[in-house]
């Protein structure tokens, strides 16, 4: 439900302002706006939509435990070992 109600804000945010934006000649910075501003509300509405309409529960178990999995291999590669060499110099005993 959330996934819908927030693409139908993007789509409507982005109906609602696009037309109203001023892309003239000479205004380099103000084009550029409204472009960027385009593409990111196109961006977030798709993003929304696929969440809504192209995943299902398996494929957002399967990712959940791809995304737990780097995590705790990210944690265990930030675990000081106990080796010495792992020390800094400024923390070594002399």
């Known amino acids: 439900m959330k996934y819908a109600l927030n693409a139908v804000i993007a789509l409507a945010v982005l109906v609602y302002g696009a037309p109203r934006m ?8 103000q084009n550029a706006f409204g472009v960027l501003w385009v593409v990111l509300a196109i961006l ?6 696929h969440k809504l ?3 299902d529960e398996a494929t957002e178990r399967e990712l959940a435990r ?6 705790e291999r990210w944690e265990r590669r930030l675990e000081p070992s ?12 002399k």
């Open 22 to 29: 001023e892309l003239t000649d000479g205004r380099l910075w």
């Open 44 to 49: 977030v509405a798709a993003a929304h939509l």
């Open 53 to 55: 309409f192209a995943t």
């Open 66 to 71: 791809i995304k737990r999995a780097k995590w």
């Open 82 to 93: 106990q080796r010495s060499d792992s020390i800094p110099l400024y923390l070594r005993r």
